[in-house]
């Protein structure tokens, strides 16, 4: 057996510690500066009116920024009509334009701007930045000290290109320090790059899908995007809640479509909190194919020069199969094809003895979970999906193919991209979803919770598909929990609260917190026990026995350093002050139905939870629930529904050892009860032999919740955040 797993955890890091070293070194081609200016310059002469304008409408004054204008052009062209003609034609080349203009109003702002982004991979590629003070003076963006940027997903939105995956690698980003800049000023920036993508041997291409959403973290008073595709290549796009469409236009070349949107005057949500992003807010979504005739045959697409807008169910379940159907014969990792990894899976399973269907899938689920924690990469969904059916075909089990879509898309008639279809097994009216390294099975998933789906089939012999309508499980706050235990006492010169806390999380409540639990702990080095495989040993020789044991300790000892300075640090962001990590115990990881619940514990002191006033103190004991949640004043006026992403129930039971000689007051002032149709909250606390007891239980009751249900939600949620900064007084008897 090879070292998968530890090659799949340490060379990743030092791979990223090597390239991130190489790629922070990096600076600019001096050749290239000479350039770079002059292939933008014609940027600047564009006639659009959004550009000219440095005025800010008085409704925007107090806002932190005001965008003027952000406008992207992106033409995709095979015949590279720009005069690049590829042999062949086996290039598609992408020519994309931007330009953003912005009033920096305050500090923060100014901030957030002290660095302009820009790619460069091509001798055509341009960029020209300049500054504009209050008084008219403009001042240009020197480009000499630019650097490279470690990450593309370092780069803000503003800067970052649509296309900077599809050209066969990740495409390079510099940036260059802003000098001078004051709140007052106006920054503009322009650039154009060209980039290209082999397309030989190529009959399909599915470019990445694009969500744009109309509001910004700033007031935008234009956006627009232009799309010119030429005739292999096909368009959709979907326009929601309320942001405007796509329009058709003619474009200057009669063998090219274009494809506009436009949006103006578009200010700040103040919505932030419980979002369900894609289902509220304006947004836009497209994509662009390229496609040769021939091999668009049930791809889910138009017709060229058409911008579709959306599938029936009877288009969705077609494509849904079909892609289903040709999983088995793709490649996969350093096996032939899928099917080859199912064969290899099935040969190891039939040799051991089951008791039962459920006692088989079991063995499935947990040898293919073994599978997928070696991998650098997760299974999707439909691959997934066709490795378990397809085993429980070997065993002849019946298993339904679901199709669904994330709760946080829509429904089903809100797909547009093949990437949002998701694919789930049923067997016996239970679930099966998609790996990951912690999952066990049946477990739900939170962005599928209560989700329109259909059961679909192979179509029969006269094409005719069945299709059935289901709906996917929902959970319970009862399902999702957290229990925290909390034993807490001062030390003896009464300056620290030293704390131990045992937390224990159930549902999806531990799925959202498992891969922080597990960080650094060597749960993978067993995970073959869960299906009975064997050893990683078991075949070695000595000499390999001897090297995996020195990886493994090697990791052990990586992990035992890390570690603490990882939980003091979740620790420190949770009670927003310093703490002292004393230990950190894994219980059960969660990660087998026999130990289904997530349990481990932490040991540390807080000093920030105790305030001194003369021979008394105030101690800050409701304090150790962590950090809640402060609704602002601007928050308060809702305008979109509540979104909280699963209902879920959260209680701590705080054991505080009163110092000996002292005696505690303010017990009767903690008792808390709100409770309503949205949620609830509540505190009690009592003092017996010198302990004082406080239980404190917050529920979600619901994961959505209408917009005019908004003040139950703020009733026990300030009810949380109030009670999380009251003390208790401690009072020396003598």
């Given at each position: 057996?090879?070292?998968?797993?530890?090659?799949?955890?340490?060379?990743?890091?030092?791979?990223?510690?090597?390239?991130?070293?190489?790629?922070?070194?990096?600076?600019?081609?001096?050749?290239?500066?000479?350039?770079?200016?002059?292939?933008?310059?014609?940027?600047?002469?564009?006639?659009?009116?959004?550009?000219?304008?440095?005025?800010?409408?008085?409704?925007?004054?107090?806002?932190?920024?005001?965008?003027?204008?952000?406008?992207?052009?992106?033409?995709?062209?095979?015949?590279?009509?720009?005069?690049?003609l590829s042999k062949g034609e086996r290039s598609l080349l992408f020519f994309e334009n931007v330009h953003f203009k912005i009033k920096l109003n305050d500090r923060n702002a100014v901030k957030a701007f002290t660095e302009v982004y820009f790619r460069y991979s091509d001798k055509?590629?341009?960029?020209?930045?300049?500054?504009?003070?209050?008084?008219?003076?403009?001042?240009?963006?020197?480009?000499?000290?630019?650097?490279?940027?470690?990450?593309?997903?370092?780069?803000?939105?503003?800067?970052?290109?649509?296309?900077?995956?599809?050209?066969?690698?990740?495409?390079?980003?510099?940036?260059?320090?802003?000098?001078?800049?004051?709140?007052?000023?106006?920054?503009?920036?322009?650039?154009?790059?060209?980039?290209?993508?082999?397309?030989?041997?190529?009959?399909?291409?599915?470019?990445?899908?694009?969500?744009?959403?109309?509001?910004?973290?700033?007031?935008?008073?234009?956006?627009?995007?232009?799309?010119?595709?030429?005739?292999?290549?096909?368009?959709?796009?979907?326009?929601?809640?309320?942001?405007?469409?796509?329009?058709?236009?003619?474009?200057?070349?009669?063998?090219?479509?274009?494809?506009?949107?436009?949006?103006?005057?578009?200010?700040?949500?103040?919505?932030?909190?419980?979002?369900?992003?894609?289902?509220?807010?304006?947004?836009t979504k497209f994509q662009v194919i390229y496609a040769n005739n021939e091999k668009t045959k049930g791809a889910l697409i138009g017709e060229k020069g058409e911008i579709k807008t959306g599938f029936s169910k009877e288009e969705l379940a077609k494509k849904a199969w079909e892609?289903?159907?040709?999983?088995?014969?793709?490649?996969?990792?350093?096996?032939?094809?899928?099917?080859?990894?199912?064969?290899?899976?099935?040969?190891?399973?039939?040799?051991?003895?089951?008791?039962?269907?459920?006692?088989?899938?079991?063995?499935?689920?947990?040898?293919?979970?073994?599978?997928?924690?070696?991998?650098?990469?997760?299974?999707?969904?439909?691959?997934?999906?066709?490795?378990?059916?397809?085993?429980?075909?070997?065993?002849?089990?019946?298993?339904?193919?679901?199709?669904?879509?994330?709760?946080?898309?829509?429904?089903?008639?809100?797909?547009?991209?093949?990437?949002?279809?998701?694919?789930?097994?049923?067997?016996?009216?239970?679930?099966?979803?998609?790996?990951?390294?912690?999952?066990?099975?049946?477990?739900?998933?939170?962005?599928?919770?209560?989700?329109?789906?259909?059961?679909?089939?192979?179509?029969?012999?006269?094409?005719?598909?069945?299709?059935?309508?289901?709906?996917?499980?929902?959970?319970?706050?009862?399902?999702?929990?957290?229990?925290?235990?909390?034993?807490?006492?001062?030390?003896?010169?009464?300056?620290?609260?030293?704390?131990?806390?045992?937390?224990?999380?159930?549902?999806?409540?531990?799925?959202?917190?498992i891969s922080t639990a597990l960080k650094y702990t060597p749960y993978m080095l067993d995970d073959y026990k869960n299906y009975g495989g064997e050893s990683p040993t078991e075949n070695m020789r000595s000499a390999q026995e001897e090297e995996y044991n020195k990886s493994v300790?090697?990791?052990?000892?990586?992990?035992?350093?890390?570690?603490?300075?990882?939980?003091?640090?979740?620790?420190?962001?949770?009670?927003?002050?310093?703490?002292?990590?004393?230990?950190?115990?894994?219980?059960?990881?969660?990660?087998?139905?026999?130990?289904?619940?997530?349990?481990?514990?932490?040991?540390?002191?807080?000093?920030?939870?105790?305030?001194?006033?003369?021979?008394?103190?105030?101690?800050?004991?409701?304090?150790?629930?962590?950090?809640?949640?402060?609704?602002?004043?601007?928050?308060?006026?809702?305008?979109?529904?509540?979104?909280?992403?699963?209902?879920?129930?959260?209680?701590?039971?705080?054991?505080?050892?009163?110092?000996?000689?002292?005696?505690?007051?303010?017990?009767?002032?903690?008792?808390?009860?709100?409770?309503?149709?949205?949620?609830?909250?509540?505190?009690?606390?009592?003092?017996?032999?010198?302990?004082?007891?406080?239980?404190?239980?917050?529920?979600?009751?619901?994961?959505?919740?209408?917009?005019?249900?908004?003040?139950?939600?703020?009733?026990?949620?300030?009810?949380?955040?109030?009670?999380?900064?009251?003390?208790?007084?401690?009072?020396?008897?003598?």
């Amino acid at each position: 057996m090879k070292l998968n797993i530890i090659k799949k955890i340490i060379l990743p890091a030092l791979l990223m510690m090597i390239t991130s070293s190489a790629m922070s070194q990096d600076m600019i081609d001096e050749d290239f500066l000479d350039n770079i200016e002059e292939n933008a310059k014609a940027l600047w002469t564009e006639n659009t009116p959004a550009f000219a304008n440095n005025t800010v409408p008085d409704k925007y004054k107090d806002e932190s920024a005001v965008i003027f204008g952000f406008k992207r052009s992106v033409t995709i062209d095979k015949k590279s009509r720009m005069g690049f003609l590829s042999k062949g034609e086996r290039s598609l080349l992408f020519f994309e334009n931007v330009h953003f203009k912005i009033k920096l109003n305050d500090r923060n702002a100014v901030k957030a701007f002290t660095e302009v982004y820009f790619r460069y991979s091509d001798k055509v590629d341009g960029v020209s930045a300049k500054i504009i003070k209050p008084d008219g003076l403009v001042q240009p963006v020197l480009l000499d000290d630019a650097i490279g940027v470690e990450s593309v997903s370092n780069v803000p939105e503003f800067f970052k290109s649509f296309f900077d995956q599809q050209s066969g690698s990740e495409r390079r980003y510099f940036k260059v320090a802003v000098p001078d800049l004051e709140p007052g000023d106006i920054l503009e920036y322009v650039a154009t790059t060209k980039s290209k993508l082999n397309v030989s041997g190529m009959g399909y291409i599915e470019f990445s899908p694009q969500y744009e959403l109309c509001n910004k973290v700033y007031p935008v008073l234009y956006n627009q995007i232009i799309m010119e595709t030429d005739g292999k290549s096909f368009f959709k796009s979907l326009s929601m809640n309320g942001a405007p469409d796509f329009k058709k236009e003619a474009a200057s070349d009669d063998e090219f479509f274009r494809y506009v949107f436009t949006d103006t005057d578009r200010g700040v949500e103040k919505d932030v909190n419980f979002i369900n992003t894609y289902k509220v807010m304006p947004l836009t979504k497209f994509q662009v194919i390229y496609a040769n005739n021939e091999k668009t045959k049930g791809a889910l697409i138009g017709e060229k020069g058409e911008i579709k807008t959306g599938f029936s169910k009877e288009e969705l379940a077609k494509k849904a199969w079909e892609e289903y159907e040709k999983t088995g014969r793709e490649y996969y990792g350093n096996y032939a094809t899928v099917d080859n990894v199912v064969n290899m899976l099935w040969t190891e399973l039939k040799k051991k003895e089951t008791n039962g269907w459920e006692e088989y899938i079991g063995n499935v689920y947990y040898r293919v979970r073994n599978l997928v924690l070696n991998r650098d990469t997760y299974l999707s969904d439909k691959t997934a999906a066709y490795i378990f059916a397809a085993l429980m075909d070997k065993k002849y089990i019946k298993a339904d193919i679901v199709i669904s879509v994330s709760n946080s898309v829509g429904k089903m008639d809100n797909i547009l991209f093949d990437n949002e279809v998701r694919y789930i097994c049923r067997v016996n009216n239970k679930f099966y979803f998609n790996w990951t390294d912690y999952s066990n099975p049946g477990e739900l998933v939170e962005n599928l919770l209560a989700s329109e789906a259909y059961i679909i089939r192979a179509p029969g012999k006269k094409g005719a598909q069945e299709i059935i309508p289901i709906t996917l499980p929902d959970a319970s706050s009862d399902d999702n929990v957290v229990e925290y235990a909390v034993n807490a006492q001062l030390d003896k010169e009464m300056n620290t609260l030293a704390v131990s806390r045992k937390s224990t999380y159930r549902g999806l409540s531990k799925t959202r917190n498992i891969s922080t639990a597990l960080k650094y702990t060597p749960y993978m080095l067993d995970d073959y026990k869960n299906y009975g495989g064997e050893s990683p040993t078991e075949n070695m020789r000595s000499a390999q026995e001897e090297e995996y044991n020195k990886s493994v300790k090697a990791l052990k000892d990586n992990f035992k350093e890390a570690k603490p300075e990882y939980v003091k640090n979740n620790l420190q962001s949770e009670f927003d002050q310093k703490v002292k990590y004393k230990n950190f115990t894994i219980n059960s990881d969660g990660r087998t139905v026999k130990q289904n619940d997530l349990v481990f514990v932490e040991d540390f002191e807080l000093n920030g939870m105790l305030r001194k006033a003369g021979k008394k103190y105030l101690v800050n004991i409701p304090g150790l629930v962590g950090g809640q949640l402060q609704i602002k004043k601007e928050e308060r006026i809702r305008k979109y529904d509540i979104n909280v992403g699963c209902a879920r129930s959260l209680s701590w039971k705080i054991k505080f050892k009163v110092p000996d000689n002292y005696t505690v007051e303010g017990l009767q002032e903690l008792n808390t009860n709100v409770d309503n149709e949205s949620g609830s909250f509540s505190c009690t606390a009592e003092e017996k032999e010198g302990v004082v007891f406080i239980n404190i239980k917050k529920v979600y009751k619901k994961a959505n919740v209408a917009k005019d249900k908004w003040p139950e939600m703020l009733a026990f949620i300030d009810a949380a955040y109030d009670n999380s900064f009251r003390y208790l007084l401690l009072k020396p008897k003598n």
